[in-house]
């Protein structure tokens, strides 16, 4: 038999044990990291799967699945803009207490828009939003398109009713997150084509009610916060989506903002 000058074979001893290193199936396992070698024993080489190799790492692999998202708040546009206060002689943002919610999104159906004061939400009811804060906010309803903007321009009604007043909510309150309980929640929902061909509308739904498996809607959750100049601003917690009767939850995919296609996806 010919042996390739590289390899050689380990010393067979059946016995069990030699100078204190134990032996399986009658050969020589190498002692972890380059420990010493018994005498008149060369250990053989590294081969997978051998005796005396450390175990392969293993790598853990999870199925994905593309969900087509028929509405979509864009992130970087959800924003507070200062209103004038008729108690306040500045409008500054710093000092100002009422802020307009805006902010862009597109959707590929109509759709309705609604937006949550100091809310929290119910996961083991269809994501269902009960709002602490008093007061009518009313859903606004938008046809099939890209870019729309909320309120849409000229609505002074709308703004007002969607605003946000730190004289009649408490920073405080504003400003924290706990649990399912969030300082602001915004949500957009639109129809399936299952449900359109079955005749549903949007108007039949409650603001904030359970949410039905024949709607597919995106909720935005943020907190108010403030800069290092004293700015109120608004911090995104995170996106969820609702298809098919199925909450999912939206992970970031660093280095898609970078792209400017990406903003009109």
Known sequence: MFAPPSCTYPTPNFGGYTNGQQLFGGYYQAPPYGGPMPPGVQASPAVPGQYGQRPAPTHEYHQTQTIKNQVNLKKKTLRLEPLQDS?????????????????????SAP???????LATEDPRQGCKIVAAAPGVRPAAYYPKGMDHQFPPPGDALLLQQHGISLRQHDPELLSLAAGDSYPLVVRLEALT????????????????GSLPAWVQAQTTYAKLRKDDEGHWRLQILKQKIWVGGVSYELQEIYGMDSNPLRERA
């Open 111 to 117: 759709c309705r828009v609604t937006t949550f004061l």
């Open 87 to 107: 108690s306040s002689n500045s409008s500054s943002s710093s000092s100002n207490t009422k802020f307009a919610l805006r902010f862009a999104f597109d959707a």
């Open 193 to 208: 084509e299952q449900a359109v061909a079955e005749g549903r509308q949007l108007p039949q739904m409650e603001v904030g």
